[in-house]
């Protein structure tokens, strides 16, 4: 996974993943006639609508939860809850998984304490755990920090020592004619050069930090988007679980799109043109 | 005689002081069980002020010799003076440049120039203005505060010069630093070198391919040869300086090149038999 640092002028790989005005019509036509038919379905009543509500029963629910979370209401107090988790467990494990990386980067003795371990705990179900961190940091939105904190962590640190490690020689034997010490290397080229890498990683881990406090919050919880959702599964309301569904999903991805969006500003030299 | 061969060419030559001096410097490489040798018993003098330039077949230690010299690998044998002191690592009394310019994309050209001013601690304000200089120098005052991918091959290589000469270092090291260039752009970059070598006078060490660019450019031409890399002939080049673009035209300059290709060839031949 070798972050693209060229100044290639027409890097074709860009343009090709770049989404045309056709694909969009084409892509927005087939998701409404998706719709369309599952509505069909739904209202000739082929399926229970405890199975599968109809996209309009889903879209009301999902219009009373955005109106609750504007004008204020229990929907805000537990968009905001889950919102509150995923960004404090994302800056927590980002942080940690940065400043470990770094370290393993840097320091061949830290790399060697700690790469088995890290190596066997980035393979363990970290979703498994979420259980025991419900006993260990209690029923409020500690553990669902923790557990979001902990699956954001991996993909950070690993992009960070890949990044690392992958720095062009050139640039670090340009350091080294100019008697440069260790951090400045760091400082002025490694880490720079390493942005790609630890941008993709900063988008891995946001999505990631989303799933960690849903998780958190289906094990236990009083408050948050995912108790919402074990409780209307409780009530056999399926179409507010959907509803959420799409919130949970509407948050991630605007989540995502703001690192992009940081991403393109400050790495303005990875873009064929300025 | 136009081209004075070897014993006399050995020595820097006249009342100059040695920059540089490599005594009987050996470099093995380790590469798994075996050791290869890339350079044999290499000495050489260069004296302050003059202009040397390495020629030699490819991978006949060149680069490897450069980088001794650079306090950038260790010899295996033998020992490194520079400006009298014994070397110990790379020194900020040395420039180097590369075959590659080696800018950093996330900086203006400017912030590229400035580089070695941040590394060494320096006062960056103070240098801005000898950097803006250096810029308009190579032609290229525009262009200071523009990034290096908005420049061509040539533009970006005068950008490492100017990284390269910011500190006033008494010494550059330069590997081959205008091969990437087609003919065109090549001759141009020699002209501006020297042009600017002119007013400074540094000591140089340049490695090339290229016979005309060696002769064109130096005081002495030391002509390698490979496997192991060993010294096959020095030459000593006696063309009046300035030398400008007219004289890339001279017969003065056709016969050293001349002269030159022939300790080259005669290196070859002896290889080869
Ligand atoms: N880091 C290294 N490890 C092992 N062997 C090396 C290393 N660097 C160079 N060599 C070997 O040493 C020899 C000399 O290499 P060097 O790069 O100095 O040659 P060169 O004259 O600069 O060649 P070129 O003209 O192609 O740049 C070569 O055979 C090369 O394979
Ligand atoms: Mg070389």
């Given at each position: 996974?070798?972050?693209?640092?060229?100044?290639?002028?027409d890097?074709?790989?860009?343009?090709?993943?770049?989404?045309?005005?056709?694909?969009?019509?084409?892509a927005l036509?087939?998701?409404?006639?998706?719709?369309?038919?599952?509505?069909?379905?739904?209202?000739?009543?082929?399926?229970?609508?405890l199975?599968?509500?109809?996209?309009?029963?889903?879209?009301?629910?999902?219009?009373?939860?955005?109106?609750?979370?504007?004008?204020?209401?229990?929907?805000?107090?537990?968009?905001?809850?889950?919102i509150?988790e995923?960004?404090a467990?994302?800056g927590?494990?980002?942080?940690?998984?940065?400043?470990?990386?770094?370290?393993?980067?840097?320091?061949?003795?830290?790399?060697?304490?700690?790469?088995?371990?890290?190596?066997?705990l980035?393979?363990?179900?970290?979703?498994?755990?979420?259980?025991?961190?419900?006993?260990?940091?209690?029923?409020?939105?500690?553990?669902?920090?923790?557990?979001?904190?902990?699956?954001?962590?991996?993909?950070?640190?690993?992009?960070v020592?890949?990044?690392l490690?992958?720095?062009?020689e050139?640039?670090l034997?340009?350091?080294?004619?100019?008697?440069?010490?260790r951090?400045?290397?760091?400082?002025k080229?490694?880490?720079?050069?390493?942005?790609?890498?630890?941008f993709?990683?900063?988008k891995?881990?946001?999505?990631?930090?989303?799933?960690?406090?849903?998780?958190?919050?289906?094990?236990?919880?009083?408050?948050g988007?995912?108790?919402?959702?074990?409780?209307?599964?409780?009530?056999l309301?399926?179409?507010?679980?959907?509803?959420?569904?799409?919130?949970?999903?509407?948050?991630?991805?605007?989540?995502?799109?703001?690192?992009?969006?940081?991403?393109?500003?400050?790495?303005?030299?990875?873009?064929?043109?300025? | 005689?136009?081209?004075?061969?070897?014993?006399q060419?050995?020595?820097p030559?006249?009342?100059?002081?040695?920059?540089?001096?490599?005594?009987?410097?050996?470099?093995?490489?380790r590469?798994?069980?075996?050791?290869?040798?890339?350079?044999?018993?290499?000495?050489?003098v260069?004296?302050?002020?003059?202009?040397?330039?390495?020629?030699?077949?490819?991978?006949?230690?060149?680069?490897?010799?450069?980088?001794?010299?650079?306090?950038l690998?260790?010899?295996?044998?033998?020992?490194?003076r520079?400006?009298?002191?014994?070397?110990?690592?790379?020194?900020?009394?040395?420039?180097?440049?590369?075959q590659?310019?080696?800018?950093?994309?996330?900086?203006?050209?400017?912030?590229?120039?400035?580089?070695?001013?941040?590394?060494?601690?320096?006062?960056?304000?103070?240098?801005?203005?000898?950097a803006?200089?250096?810029?308009?120098?190579?032609?290229?005052?525009?262009?200071?505060?523009?990034?290096?991918?908005?420049?061509?091959?040539?533009m970006q290589?005068?950008?490492?010069?100017?990284?390269?000469?910011?500190?006033?270092?008494?010494?550059?090291?330069m590997?081959?630093p205008?091969?990437?260039?087609?003919?065109?752009s090549?001759?141009?970059?020699?002209v501006?070198?020297?042009?600017?070598?002119?007013?400074?006078?540094?000591?140089?060490?340049?490695?090339?391919?290229?016979?005309?660019?060696?002769?064109?450019?130096?005081?002495?031409?030391?002509?390698?040869?490979?496997?192991?890399?060993?010294?096959?002939?020095?030459?000593?080049?006696?063309?009046?300086?300035?030398?400008?673009?007219?004289?890339?035209?001279?017969?003065?300059?056709?016969?050293q090149?001349t002269?030159?290709?022939?300790?080259?060839?005669e290196?070859?031949?002896?290889?080869?038999?």
């Amino acid at each position: 996974m070798k972050p693209q640092t060229g100044s290639l002028p027409d890097a074709p790989g860009r343009d090709a993943a770049r989404l045309g005005r056709r694909d969009v019509v084409v892509a927005l036509v087939c998701g409404a006639l998706l719709l369309v038919g599952w509505e069909a379905v739904c209202r000739a009543g082929f399926v229970s609508r405890l199975v599968l509500p109809a996209p309009s029963a889903i879209a009301v629910e999902l219009w009373s939860a955005v109106r609750e979370i504007v004008v204020g209401g229990p929907m805000r107090t537990h968009a905001l809850t889950t919102i509150y988790e995923i960004l404090a467990g994302f800056g927590l494990g980002v942080g940690l998984g940065f400043v470990l990386g770094v370290l393993i980067s840097e320091i061949p003795a830290a790399r060697r304490v700690a790469m088995p371990w890290l190596i066997a705990l980035n393979a363990a179900p970290k979703i498994a755990l979420a259980p025991l961190l419900l006993v260990w940091f209690g029923f409020g939105i500690g553990s669902k920090i923790v557990m979001a904190a902990l699956i954001a962590f991996f993909p950070l640190l690993i992009n960070v020592v890949s990044g690392l490690s992958q720095v062009e020689e050139a640039k670090l034997k340009l350091m080294r004619s100019l008697a440069a010490s260790r951090t400045m290397t760091l400082a002025k080229v490694k880490l720079p050069d390493a942005m790609p890498a630890i941008f993709a990683g900063l988008k891995t881990a946001i999505v990631l930090a989303v799933v960690g406090a849903v998780v958190g919050e289906f094990v236990g919880a009083e408050s948050g988007l995912g108790y919402v959702i074990k409780q209307s599964e409780f009530q056999l309301d399926v179409a507010q679980t959907f509803a959420v569904i799409v919130l949970l999903s509407i948050i991630g991805i605007a989540f995502f799109y703001a690192i992009e969006f940081i991403e393109r500003r400050a790495l303005f030299w990875t873009r064929p043109h300025p | 005689m136009l081209v004075a061969l070897d014993a006399q060419a050995q020595a820097p030559g006249k009342e100059r002081a040695a920059a540089i001096e490599v005594d009987s410097v050996s470099k093995r490489y380790r590469l798994g069980e075996e050791t290869l040798a890339a350079l044999e018993d290499i000495s050489l003098v260069v004296g302050e002020g003059e202009f040397v330039s390495l020629i030699g077949p490819s991978g006949c230690g060149k680069s490897t010799l450069l980088n001794v010299v650079a306090g950038l690998v260790p010899a295996t044998l033998g020992r490194v003076r520079v400006l009298g002191n014994d070397m110990t690592g790379p020194s900020r009394r040395i420039g180097m440049m590369f075959q590659s310019p080696v800018l950093l994309p996330w900086r203006t050209n400017l912030d590229n120039v400035l580089l070695p001013v941040e590394v060494f601690g320096l006062d960056r304000r103070k240098s801005a203005t000898r950097a803006r200089e250096l810029l308009q120098l190579v032609g290229l005052a525009a262009f200071a505060d523009r990034y290096p991918m908005e420049l061509s091959g040539g533009m970006q290589q005068r950008v490492a010069i100017c990284r390269m000469l910011l500190c006033d270092p008494a010494i550059l090291l330069m590997d081959e630093p205008f091969a990437a260039l087609d003919e065109m752009s090549r001759e141009f970059m020699n002209v501006e070198l020297l042009r600017i070598w002119e007013a400074l006078r540094s000591t140089v060490l340049f490695v090339t391919h290229n016979i005309g660019e060696a002769v064109f450019l130096s005081d002495r031409v030391i002509v390698m040869s490979a496997r192991p890399g060993r010294i096959a002939r020095v030459v000593r080049v006696e063309l009046p300086r300035p030398r400008t673009k007219a004289t890339l035209s001279s017969d003065t300059f056709f016969h050293q090149v001349t002269a030159v290709r022939k300790a080259f060839d005669e290196t070859a031949d002896r290889i080869a038999s």
